[in-house]
């Protein structure tokens, strides 16, 4: 795990310590958020692929890839945000995530953002943040998918999207927990063949899933 509370070592030669940027991996999985070190106001969690001009094609049109949450809130209540079926969610009443809108190109210089309510941490129990192919080809590789998550008062956070599965339409990409009152970021990038229903059974969410259209 990432310690944010531990000063970084400084760079050869002296100098600023760069917080620009907390990269999860495989080997350093997680970040905990605490009040004061990102753990407060409004995170932004942010998806950015690549568009068309790197050839992510199906008959003609760009593969549209899109962000979105599972939520669970502290009274035990549970949902999902996301384009499809027009589920934006809400900021300022449960489940304090917001979608921002949907990009549906990858053309968009600031791709797809999820809102995130920390102000509210102490009625947020978990958050699962995930991506998927609605339309297109499933190619993850071509898509160079990232996510980056901006806590206040602290780094952004990075989750890569390099590692692929073949026809996988969705990707489990970071689960969120609040664990006494600290926020817990871990890197999933766990490739499933369907989309909600799968992420819901992998992740043990318990809903009650309808077909959809946005």
């Keep these: 795990m990432v310690d944010y509370t531990r000063p970084s070592s400084p760079p050869p030669g002296g100098g600023p310590v760069s917080t620009s940027k907390v990269t999860l991996t495989k080997s350093a999985p997680s970040v905990s958020l605490t009040k004061g070190r990102g753990a407060g106001g409004q995170m932004r969690v942010n998806l950015n692929w690549e568009s068309g001009r790197r050839g992510l094609f199906s008959k003609g049109s760009a593969v549209d890839l899109d962000l979105g949450c599972l939520w669970e809130t502290a009274d035990g209540s549970k949902g999902v945000v996301q384009a499809l079926g027009n589920a934006f969610g809400a900021l300022d009443r449960p489940p304090y995530v917001l979608l921002d809108g949907d990009d549906r190109s990858g053309a968009k210089s600031g791709g797809e953002n999820l809102l995130v309510n920390l102000d509210h941490l102490d009625q947020i129990r978990r958050v699962l943040v995930f991506a998927y192919i609605y339309e297109g080809a499933p190619n993850w590789a071509a898509a160079n998918g990232v996510v980056t998550l ?16 073949q026809g996988a339409r969705s990707c489990a990409i970071a689960l969120l927990t609040n664990q006494g009152g600290s926020l817990t970021v871990q890197r999933e990038i766990r490739y499933l063949p369907g989309v909600q229903r799968d992420l819901d059974g992998a992740y043990g969410w318990g809903l009650n899933w309808t077909s959809g259209r946005k």
């Design 150 to 165: 901006y806590p206040q008062g602290a780094a952004p956070i990075e989750v890569r999207l390099d590692e692929h599965a």
